[in-house]
């Protein structure tokens, strides 16, 4: 591609049309991939996925990925008429019981001020970055919790 040519810029519209999306999403984050691993490769990155099932239907969940030696939970939910039971501590234990599996230091996060931060706190996580006013009047932490020193 050259200085002259002309780039459509596009906007997904999650409304509208899921495939051009879902094909846009995966060309970017598979671009970025790409060129981190050019420049530092890591062989043993892996996605995690985990799911705690009822009658078929997924009730709670983890979304994460373990590279350069840091397991990353990108998203934690648990369906709101199951909060307070367990069921979170159940899936971050099973997190850390990977991250040691694959060899990792520790598990970092990050979430808002109005989500969950004291439930990570009470995991034993440890804040280490915080982003004021975001959203207005709350704040975004990122968390870590490092499993070899902690003894896990």
């Not at 906007?11 to 060129?35: H, V």
């Not at 994460?64 to 159940?90: C, N, P, T």
Request: aromatic share 10%; proline share 3%.
């Amino acid at each position: 591609m050259n200085d002259h040519e002309i780039l459509n810029l596009s906007i997904a519209d999650f409304g509208e049309n899921r495939n051009r999306n879902s094909r846009m999403i995966s060309a970017i984050e598979n671009g970025l991939t790409e060129y981190n691993w050019s420049l530092k490769p890591d062989p043993s990155a892996s996605r995690l996925v985990l799911a705690i099932e009822s009658e078929g239907a997924v009730i709670a969940g983890v979304l994460g990925r373990s590279a350069y030696g840091w397991m990353r939970v990108d998203v934690i939910w648990v369906d709101e008429s199951l909060r307070g039971k367990g069921h979170g501590e159940r899936l971050m234990g099973e997190v850390e019981r990977i991250a040691l599996e694959r060899a990792c230091i520790g598990v970092h996060l990050d979430t808002h001020g109005f989500q969950a931060p004291g439930f990570y706190l009470k995991l034993g996580y440890e804040i280490f970055g915080e982003l004021p006013n975001y959203p207005e009047g709350e704040s975004h932490y990122y968390l870590k919790k490092e499993l070899v020193d902690a003894g896990v």
